[in-house]
């Protein structure tokens, strides 16, 4: 649930069920006992709060992306927001916390906050209530069943008791210690934000390096910056292909054709008035031949060259030397990831080697009698191992060396021997399965006798068991079984660590807002991972929906997604038509 230093309670209720109505005789009642509110309203429709004609309205249709307009009285912000809605969060923000008791919201009954529910029965609604655990109260024109106190919606001064009694009791309610607090639950529960936090705090970036050839160098992180040796270009070049004139000589009618220079050859003389060289893409400009005019400007006949008429400036078409890279200028920073990008940069300053950071090791296996191989003759009771394939792909992607156990029996003491053999061979040790609260769990057994390993419970769907710790000092990360959990355990705990321990600076993946094509599901208290394919409209808009059946044993849901759908924990539904985030999948997988 979304907490605020001020206290935070909306009113949610069905259209028709007269909130406005409600609330524009209530805020009177607050007032006159003293407290300061603002207001929130949101509306699921175009508004606009601007009168056509106003000197605000004119300036705000005309551009201004941002209207702020005062008088003596008040001042009113209008911002346009034609990409995106604005976050709950970020509105609130918005408010002078300082000059307020309270913040009231009319609307938003899809995030999670304190709320009470505005029912009449002759509007002909479902209740919220038994849907919503972050409704406080009922507000009703009938009878309901419910724990929840219960007052009369027709009653005003019952309903401003309620708020005055929560706003008074909001700060006491806030510094009571949680009984659900992280630290005190077994295994603990975290977020996901808290998970990965955890986790970066407790891995360390590897110090050691090699020399490698630069096409070897795909997917490896920089050990030391790297500084040009060379001008690039090295030498002043023509931009196309076409004619080589002065600078100082563009008046006349035509010019003498003195030289052809291809692309790796030079014109070693000075280029004098009334003269051209015809010159190719690439190749070095003569001596005050300082502007190039392109081929299909040019009318040659023998050895003259006109251009008519065409417009030529000084200086155009040249590269100059050094203009991408002077001598001795930084090129990349220490631990950057090298990309094809980098790859043609770094060969472009003539470097054939260069010192990166050594591959991770990552010792990956499956355990399971129920387990086994792909290409094996199918035996009843038994599943192929899909996890360490995803495993290994998604390691390869980050350019890790993999150490191969392959698939282990349910035994304890072979599993111990692999993960203290793992323990000297690998940075990483990788596992998926085997680490929840069940008895026939080896792995956590193992870990248990072997190494400090906490099992946590991160507030999130697929995904929720996740193992982390270490062994001989070795990071340890048990993945849930289930091959989509696996996958998004991955990206969200284990991916952001090997980048640090590769070198990776502040990594973050790409994430960015989208319009849902249809409803979403998730549950407020918890981060809803869903496999989804965006699109771009005509409007530039991107838009997502599900790949479908999102069950966490369904990997064709995760073969078929070119984007995760991440819902916060403080939303409890989505609909059609409403912003959610994405965190886009090429290049990841």
């Given at each position: 649930m979304i907490q605020t230093r001020l206290p935070l309670l909306g009113f949610a209720a069905y259209s028709g069920t007269g909130k406005t109505t409600l609330l524009e005789a209530l805020l009177p009642k607050l007032t006159d006992a003293g407290l300061r509110v603002g207001m929130l309203k949101h509306a699921h429709h175009n508004f606009d709060v601007d009168k056509p004609g106003k000197d605000s309205f004119r300036l705000r249709k005309a551009g201004a992306s941002q209207m702020l307009i005062s008088s003596r009285n008040r001042y009113a912000l209008m911002t346009e927001t034609p990409d995106a809605e604005a976050q709950f969060e970020y509105l609130l923000t918005r408010f002078e916390h300082d000059t307020l008791d309270v913040i009231l919201v009319e609307g938003c009954k899809n995030i999670a906050f304190p709320k009470i529910e505005l029912h009449r029965e002759a509007i002909d609604k479902p209740w919220l209530h038994p849907h919503d655990t972050n409704i406080i109260a009922v507000a009703s024109d009938q009878q309901v069943e419910t724990v929840l106190p219960t007052l009369d919606i027709n009653n005003l001064q019952q309903i401003a008791d309620f708020v005055l009694?929560?706003?008074?009791?909001?700060?006491?309610?806030?510094?009571?210690?949680?009984?659900?607090?992280?630290?005190?639950?077994?295994?603990?529960?975290?977020?996901?934000?808290?998970?990965?936090?955890?986790?970066?705090?407790?891995?360390?970036?590897?110090?050691?390096?090699?020399?490698?050839?630069?096409?070897?160098?795909?997917?490896?992180?920089?050990?030391?910056?790297?500084?040009?040796?060379?001008?690039?270009?090295?030498?002043?070049?023509?931009?196309?292909?076409?004619?080589?004139?002065?600078?100082?000589?563009?008046?006349?009618?035509?010019y003498q054709v003195v030289a052809q220079v291809m692309a790796g050859y030079a014109y070693q003389k000075p280029l004098q008035k009334g003269q051209a060289v015809k010159i190719m893409t690439g190749a070095p400009t003569p001596e005050n031949g300082d502007t190039v005019v392109m081929r299909e400007q040019a009318e040659q006949s023998g050895d003259r060259v006109s251009f008519g008429g065409a417009s030529i400036s000084a200086g155009q078409n040249v590269r100059q030397a050094g203009e991408d890279l002077a001598a001795s200028q930084l090129v990349f920073e220490a631990n950057t990831r090298i990309l094809s990008a980098e790859m043609g940069m770094l060969a472009s300053i003539g470097l054939a080697n260069i010192d990166v950071k050594r591959q991770l090791?990552?010792?990956?296996?499956?355990?399971?009698?129920?387990?086994?191989?792909?290409?094996?003759?199918?035996?009843?009771?038994?599943?192929?191992?899909?996890?360490?394939?995803?495993?290994?792909?998604?390691?390869?992607?980050?350019?890790?060396?993999?150490?191969?156990?392959?698939?282990?029996?349910?035994?304890?003491?072979?599993?111990?021997?692999?993960?203290?053999?793992?323990?000297?061979?690998?940075?990483?040790?990788?596992?998926?399965?085997?680490?929840?609260?069940?008895?026939?769990?080896?792995?956590?057994?193992?870990?248990?006798?072997?190494?400090?390993?906490?099992?946590?419970?991160?507030?999130?769907?697929?995904?929720?068991?996740?193992?982390?710790?270490?062994?001989?000092?070795?990071?340890?990360?048990?993945?849930?079984?289930?091959?989509?959990?696996?996958?998004?355990?991955f990206l969200n705990f284990v991916e952001p660590a090997l980048?640090?321990?590769?070198?990776?600076?502040?990594?973050?993946?790409?994430?960015?807002?989208?319009?849902?094509?249809?409803?979403?599901?998730?549950?407020?208290?918890?981060?809803?991972?869903?496999?989804?394919?965006?699109?771009?409209?005509?409007?530039?808009?991107?838009?997502?929906?599900?790949?479908?059946?999102?069950?966490?044993?369904?990997?064709?849901?995760?073969?078929?997604?070119?984007?995760?759908?991440?819902?916060?924990?403080?939303?409890?539904?989505?609909?059609?038509?409403?912003?959610?985030?994405?965190?886009?999948?090429?290049?990841?997988?």
């Open positions: 009694d929560y706003v008074n009791n909001y700060q006491a309610a806030a510094t009571t210690p949680a009984a659900s607090c992280c630290d005190i639950l077994s295994p603990a529960m975290f977020s996901v934000e808290q998970g990965q936090q955890k986790i970066l705090d407790a891995v360390n970036v590897q110090n050691l390096s090699e020399s490698l050839a630069v096409e070897k160098c795909y997917q490896r992180v920089l050990a030391n910056a790297v500084h040009s040796p060379i001008n690039v270009p090295a030498y002043t070049n023509s931009a196309m292909d076409g004619y080589a004139i002065r600078g100082d000589d563009l008046e006349a009618q035509d090791k990552v010792a990956i296996f499956s355990t399971g009698d129920e387990v086994q191989s792909p290409g094996d003759a199918f035996k009843a009771n038994t599943i192929y191992d899909s996890n360490r394939y995803s495993l290994m792909g998604l390691l390869q992607n980050l350019n890790c060396e993999i150490l191969d156990y392959g698939i282990l029996e349910d035994d304890q003491d072979t599993i111990v021997s692999a993960l203290s053999k793992a323990a000297i061979e690998a940075d990483v040790i990788l596992t998926s399965g085997g680490v929840s609260v069940g008895d026939a769990d080896y792995v956590k057994h193992a870990l248990e006798a072997l190494g400090e390993i906490n099992f946590w419970r991160i507030n999130m769907r697929p995904g929720r068991p996740l193992a982390f710790g270490k062994i001989s000092d070795k990071p340890f990360f048990g993945l849930p079984g289930n091959p989509v959990a696996v996958m998004v355990s980048r640090k321990m590769q070198g990776e600076v502040n990594w973050q993946p790409v994430k960015m807002p989208a319009i849902a094509t249809e409803p979403l599901r998730s549950r407020q208290g918890r981060t809803e991972f869903s496999r989804g394919v965006y699109t771009q409209d005509e409007q530039g808009r991107i838009l997502v929906r599900t790949t479908g059946k999102q069950g966490s044993g369904i990997l064709r849901s995760m073969s078929e997604a070119n984007c995760i759908i991440e819902i916060a924990p403080w939303v409890d539904n989505v609909k059609e038509g409403e912003q959610v985030t994405i965190v886009p999948l090429q290049g990841r997988l």
